[in-house]
């Protein structure tokens, strides 16, 4: 039986959260691709931690040559979190003929082209499912299935921190300073949550959605972006007046000049399939010329259904590798 060997950049919760839906998952997986997969390497410093997985000490390497250099590994799974050096070994990887999958939207944002031409020069595959929308499958549907249309907008709650904070302030008339800390508490939002709470992480988020959709990248320090730290109850019982909530909304659409983008809090008729969207969950709205409007809905993060997504893509790769 061929043997799909695998590099893992990065052990941290949504590492885990991949490794253990192969894991879980091992023989279904395997069934399909007639194959077996297995994690073969891992960079990453704290391997002293206790994981719930069955990963062994020697299973780790400290320098990404023990990977990238490595001509019996197929593919590598970038879970490193930030800018660099996630982007660079990425792009190592990709031209090294390694193919690459990612949850990383803050270096896949930030180093798009860059990375779209290191996957090209090196004839290899990346993909990031998990990057928007976390289990949700919505790239896939976006440049699959749906790729004959034009789209014409697409509106996205895309931070499950942020919605979170604003379904409990309009739902339990909290205030953001108790929500926030509420949220931490329960692991919803970081110790530090300003690419959450100021925008940023949609802005990423929005980035990848657009270069997709309108074939306009767009780097995400250039979107215009409004995060949720001003929103008061009185912003709220306003908007509940008119028939609306707050959430903080990632759009895009066309319009005759072009595109205009932003992320700003928008307030959204309680009638819009959005308005329903509530704690921390994400969906995305879109419309085409062909299809009309569909929306994707489901857990936005977590390390099962970001896990979840990152493997499916493994298994794609695996099946092109295949034919």
């Not at 949720?228 to 707050?246: F, L, P, Q, W, Y």
Request: overall charge negative; some cysteine; aromatic content about 6%.
């Amino acid at each position: 039986m061929k043997e799909f060997k695998i590099g893992l950049l990065g052990l941290g919760n949504i590492g885990v959260g991949t490794y253990k839906t192969l894991e879980m998952n091992k023989d279904a997986i395997e069934a399909e691709l007639g194959a077996s997969v297995n994690i073969v390497k891992i960079l990453e410093k704290d391997t002293e931690r206790e994981r719930d997985i069955k990963v062994t000490k020697d299973q780790f390497v400290s320098d990404i040559e023990d990977i990238t250099g490595d001509p019996d590994i197929d593919i590598v799974i970038e879970l490193l979190g930030g800018i660099e050096p996630a982007s660079t070994f990425m792009e190592k990887a990709l031209l090294a003929g390694k193919h690459v999958v990612t949850a990383n939207k803050a270096a896949l944002a930030a180093s798009w082209q860059r990375l779209h031409e290191a996957e090209k020069k090196g004839g290899a595959i990346l993909r990031y499912e998990a990057s928007v929308g976390g289990g949700i499958p919505v790239l896939t549907a976006l440049a699959g299935s749906l790729r004959a249309n034009r789209f014409e907008e697409v509106m996205g709650i895309v931070n499950g921190t942020t919605n979170y904070i604003l379904y409990n302030m309009t739902a339990k008339g909290l205030d953001y300073d108790t929500v926030l800390k509420d949220a931490q508490a329960r692991g919803f939002a970081e110790a530090d949550p300003t690419a959450d709470v100021e925008g940023i992480d949609a802005a990423n988020k929005l980035s990848i959605l657009m270069a997709l959709m309108f074939d306009k990248y767009v780097p995400p320090t250039e979107i215009p972006t409004e995060g949720i730290k001003s929103i008061t109850a009185e912003d709220i019982e306003a908007a509940d007046k008119e028939g609306c909530v707050i959430k903080l909304i990632a759009r895009a659409a066309r319009t005759d000049d072009g595109v205009e983008y932003a992320v700003k809090p928008m307030r959204i008729e309680k009638s819009h399939p959005l308005a329903g969207v509530d704690g921390e969950f994400n969906a995305v709205f879109v419309r085409g010329n062909a299809v009309g409007e569909l929306m994707f809905y489901g857990p936005g993060a977590g390390p099962l259904p970001t896990g979840s997504a990152v493997m499916g893509d493994v298994m794609e790769i695996c099946k092109w590798i295949s034919k």
